[in-house]
């Protein structure tokens, strides 16, 4: 989960609902203020929020990037199914797919962080031509690492049977264990516990149970015919740090290792990230020529 440093909307940031044929998702929508040299979807991760990326939109959009945060079916401020079934990998990609078509900018720079990624190459693996670079950021090939296997397990276990009241107060105590734990500006926990209890648990069990079963994809993503680029902190823990490099090279992406950084640079290091993004994104011309395999 990334924790937002800060709540403040951006001056040339709008939030709204962009409307789909699917259903509405809330977006944050910054836009440079010159011309504008393409757009950016930003996908979130598990028990996160578009808010993750707040530290990215002013400095995209000096970069002259349209650049679009989205709160997926289910997560926090877009609504979402009650059921389980309705968070299947080809139900949320499919809705990547609808947030670019209602955007109407032409194919985009496809951003995924951390389970994020897993949504983003689902949308790119139905249909790679609204796309035109995929980004996977602390997000690796497959299953996340036994200690985080172990959280999300107890937490879909939980979330059936308990009140979310009582499962919210178990993560905050667990935390609290943590040696390196600092606790949150009020405000920040604040948004936190909203963002939480927001959520539909459903959403949470079903793409929680994604994230510790995912099978290795690094062959499907070799076979995208689109730009890669595989980025994540020097101090990633989620996935092992030895795992994501051998996926960049194994499907010839672009290789970012951003030194301090964890599983969050979008919040950590939203500077530094933008600027390897922004150069790889300048090396790319041209969107996908072929369908990916099925």
């Given at each position: 989960m990334s924790k937002p440093r800060s709540l403040d909307l951006p001056a040339r940031t709008r939030a709204y609902r962009l409307a789909t044929p699917r259903q509405e998702f809330a977006v944050l929508d910054s836009r440079p203020d010159g011309a504008m040299r393409g757009t950016v979807l930003l996908v979130p991760g598990y028990t996160g929020s578009k808010e993750d990326f707040l530290g990215l939109l002013d400095p995209l959009a000096d970069a002259g990037y349209r650049a679009v945060a989205v709160d997926g079916r289910g997560q926090f401020e877009s609504p979402g199914p009650q059921r389980m079934s309705g968070y299947t990998p080809r139900a949320l990609g499919g809705d990547v797919l609808a947030q670019v078509a209602a955007l109407g900018d032409g194919p985009v720079h496809l951003v995924g962080h951390s389970f994020g990624g897993f949504v983003a190459r689902s949308a790119a693996r139905l249909d790679p031509s609204p796309f035109l670079s995929l980004t996977l950021l602390s997000s690796g090939p497959g299953r996340v690492g036994p200690e985080q296997r172990t959280k999300i397990r107890m937490l879909r276990a939980a979330l059936p049977v308990l009140p979310p009241s009582w499962v919210w107060a178990a993560t905050q105590w667990l935390d609290g264990r943590d040696p390196a734990y600092v606790p949150d500006p009020p405000e920040i926990e604040a948004f936190l516990e909203r963002r939480w209890f927001s959520t539909q648990p459903a959403q949470l069990i079903a793409t929680g149970r994604q994230l510790r079963v995912e099978p290795d994809r690094t062959e499907g993503l070799a076979a995208l015919p689109l730009p890669l680029h595989v980025a994540y902190?020097?101090?990633?823990?989620?996935?092992?740090?030895?795992?994501?490099?051998?996926?960049?090279?194994?499907?010839?992406?672009?290789?970012?290792?951003?030194?301090?950084?964890?599983?969050s640079p979008n919040v950590s290091h939203p500077g530094v990230l933008v600027g390897a993004m922004t150069e790889f994104w300048s090396t790319v011309t041209t969107g996908p020529t072929a369908p990916a395999a099925p």
């Open positions: 902190g020097s101090g990633e823990t989620v996935w092992a740090v030895s795992e994501l490099a051998h996926m960049a090279r194994s499907v010839n992406a672009r290789h970012t290792v951003i030194r301090g950084a964890d599983h």
